[in-house]
């Protein structure tokens, strides 16, 4: 059952019951007890499915050499 509200109460605070809103909750908005509006939020599309390898081709791997690590020696130890 969707929540209801006066538009006295509404009035001036849209963005925080926008806000409050779980995806696919409703939020009924009424004038002298008769409903008026309804505030309904969008449901969280799911995330799209990643395919691996993707990515091939973005990192390139520099020959095998340890001198770079010279520098970092100190914080090896």
């Known amino acids: 059952m ?3 509200i ?4 509404a ?15 409703e939020l009924v908005i009424a004038d002298d007890d008769k409903p008026v ?3 309904v939020s969008e449901q969280k599309k ?6 691996p390898g993707l990515g091939k081709g973005m990192i390139s791997i520099v020959s095998d ?5 010279d520098d970092f020696a100190e914080y090896m130890q």
Request: no cysteine; aromatic share 2%.
């Open 6 to 9: 006066s538009i006295a109460d």
């Open 65 to 69: 050499d340890d001198t770079h690590l």
């Open 11 to 25: 009035r001036g605070h849209q963005k925080d019951l926008i806000a409050g809103l779980a995806p696919g909750a």
């Open 46 to 51: 799911p995330a799209a499915f990643r395919k």
């Open 2 to 4: 969707a929540d209801e």
């Open 37 to 39: 509006a309804k505030l």
